[in-house]
């Protein structure tokens, strides 16, 4: 079977489960006979437009397989699963803000289209939604449900840690950013919430051991890691089509990704210059964006970083072992580590 498919065939299948858990738990107002359709029109309608629109449902997906990966059902952890895609939804309308983002899944984004007050209020609403659905959810014991209140707030905390030093960087016009630091950040920033965590939710929620809980949490630091820098190198390298207009915007936003900080590190006097020039000067232009991404390649970043991620992939499926793991969830985790790196978009 190719790299990631058996993970793509799992997606497939829990998709109709986690969707259909989102639209029963969808936030609305509870009191619209007093409140009449203002809050809808102005906070529960727009945001559930923009989470209704969400991608493959892949951290919800990594919640029911942690669940099933420590011998558990699927179903045990859909209230963290949801928890988890509302924290994203609320991640991704703040970003967007803070970035000057302008388009997110083929559309304008939220504050654009509704305006940046009530946009940063519907990110709030996810952010608050998070923790309800697991307070709220009668299913999961009292001791289960303070373990994953803990693992949601300091999840937050650490992609806000993250978040904090990408923005800063920016601000600050920083260039003295390692690799090294750049790692720091992502692992921060992407990796807790984009796998560890609902990993190792979805085992607390089936019982797991804490060894277990912990083993899945190290798989997702590192297979998540590799995410974002497999994230990172099509930005630069994958395909335009399917990237769109977010194609090599990276490079307009200054981002300091792995990529570019290998680069800065090892190109020397004019190159270096003409590099941190363009990343500076917010460019558009395809050949001025062409001509940067040659000069990282150049240095040698594209492939160093692609080496990373398979490194990291490869750490990743050692941190399986010897832990107990479902056989069958086991080989889907190992898929979806290489699906990480293989994918496309």
Excluded at 195 to 211: D, H, K, M, T
Aim: glycine share 10%.
């Amino acid at each position: 079977m190719p790299d990631g498919q058996l993970f793509r065939d799992y997606l497939a299948r829990v998709l109709p489960l986690v969707e259909g858990y989102l639209a029963k738990v969808e936030p609305h107002d509870h009191d619209a006979a007093s409140h009449g359709p203002e809050l809808e029109r102005y906070l529960y309608a727009p945001y559930a437009h923009f989470t209704r629109a969400g991608g493959k449902r892949t951290r919800p997906a990594l919640c029911l397989l942690g669940a099933e990966a420590v011998g558990g059902r699927a179903e045990a952890a859909l209230p963290v699963a949801a928890a988890i895609e509302h924290f994203q939804s609320a991640a991704l309308i703040h970003d967007d803000i803070a970035d000057e983002g302008e388009t997110r899944r083929g559309e304008p984004c939220t504050y654009l289209s509704e305006g940046t007050g009530p946009a940063i209020n519907m990110g709030d609403l996810g952010i608050v939604t998070t923790f309800r659905l697991v307070l709220d959810d009668g299913s999961l014991g009292a001791d289960t449900r303070l373990r994953l209140l803990e693992e949601l707030s300091l999840m937050e905390l650490r992609t806000l840690e993250g978040q904090a030093l990408d923005l800063g960087w920016v601000r600050d016009g920083r260039w003295d950013v390692s690799s090294t630091d750049y790692l720091r950040m992502a692992t921060l920033k992407t990796a807790h919430y984009s796998a560890a965590v609902p990993l190792a939710a979805g085992a607390v929620c089936a019982g797991g051991s804490e060894r277990q809980v912990e083993a899945l949490r190290a798989f997702g630091l590192d297979a998540g890691l590799a995410f974002q820098i497999q994230d990172d190198l099509l930005n630069l390298v994958g395909d335009s089509v399917a990237q769109g207009k977010d194609f090599r915007s990276d490079v307009t936003e200054g981002k300091r990704t792995l990529v570019a900080t290998w680069a800065l590190e090892r190109l020397e006097g004019s190159r270096r210059e003409e590099l941190q020039g363009l990343l500076d000067a917010h460019v558009t232009d395809e050949g001025a964006l062409a001509r940067a991404v040659l000069l990282m390649d150049e240095a040698g970043a594209v492939e160093h970083a692609r080496s990373v991620a398979r490194e990291l992939v490869a750490r990743a499926k050692g941190r399986l072992e010897g832990v107990g793991l479902e056989d069958g969830p086991h080989e889907t985790l190992r898929s979806m580590a290489d699906f990480f790196v293989e994918r496309r978009g």
